[in-house]
């Protein structure tokens, strides 16, 4: 399984950026897909997962301001990212888990600025 993360880059704080990321190889083996995120010093957090069959599940941190999708037929996953604060500035990562493993994207910069 490969995963391309797309979208990220510069907002001031309160605005919104979206995330998108392109599962390809043997995508019928993915169950949960989702995002995390790991800001310069830090341990990379859990954002938000969804399962295969729409299960959703979001970090404290983001609940509420952050939405999670995905489309089975195309194989993809979207992070919907509003009311972003500087706090949410990390290098954010695409993830799936099936039954060959877990498997990373390349990452995404997000920055905010106050």
């Known amino acids: 399984v490969q995963l391309q993360a797309s979208g990220g880059g510069l907002v001031q704080s309160g605005g919104s950026l979206r995330l998108s990321c392109a599962a390809s190889?043997?995508?019928?083996?993915?169950?949960?897909m989702g995002w995390y995120r790991q800001a310069p010093g830090k341990q990379r957090e859990f954002v938000a997962t969804i399962s295969r069959g729409g299960g959703i599940n979001y970090g404290m941190s983001v609940k509420g301001r952050f939405a999670i999708s995905r489309d089975n037929a195309k194989d993809t996953v979207a992070l919907q990212m509003n009311g972003l604060k500087p706090d949410d500035t990390a290098v954010y990562y695409c993830n799936a888990v099936g039954t060959l493993g877990t498997f990373w994207g390349q990452g995404a910069q997000v920055t905010v600025s106050s």
């Open positions: 190889g043997s995508t019928l083996t993915i169950n949960d």
